[in-house]
């Protein structure tokens, strides 16, 4: 009978730890901000969002369907406000470039609320608005001009 009730109360002790959440999951970042931008005026149409894919990562994912009349990559380079994000390899193809995606630890996506995104072609400097910030924690989108 002794033996009943110690197997019973260590399965309810147990059964009481493991059901107290872990502290570290207390700590997570909010993640899920989403950051887009629409290029949809000037010679450069097509988008960007940045994505909080991790409490460290922050991704970019951009593409550009027109606007890129040079085949040089050289030429054009990405800013999201002081933020270069241009990548190492990408490819352009007249009159736009493929999709490229990058990850960034040196900033959080929602730091990005109010800046500008710029491309650079050549001399040329386009700073494209409006931007659209959304984030799906409050579901709400905030137009920034």
Do not use: W
């Not at 241009?86 to 990850?103: L, M, S, Y």
């Amino acid at each position: 009978m002794i033996t009943k009730r110690a197997i019973l109360i260590l399965f309810l002790f147990a059964a009481l730890v493991s059901s107290i959440p872990h502290p570290n999951l207390q700590k997570r970042e909010k993640l899920g901000f989403v950051a887009t931008v629409l290029f949809n005026e000037n010679d450069i149409k097509g988008v960007a969002t940045f994505t909080q894919f991790s409490s460290k990562v922050c991704r970019a994912t951009v593409q550009f369907n027109t606007g890129f009349t040079s085949s040089n990559d050289d030429i054009y380079t990405f800013k999201a406000g002081n933020h270069d994000i241009t990548p190492n390899n990408f490819i352009v193809k007249p009159p736009g470039i493929a999709a490229f995606r990058k990850d960034f630890t040196n900033f959080k996506c929602n730091s990005l609320v109010g800046k500008k995104f710029t491309v650079k072609r050549g001399n040329k400097y386009y700073n494209m608005s409006p931007m659209i910030f959304n984030n799906r924690e409050i579901g709400k989108k905030i137009r920034v001009t």
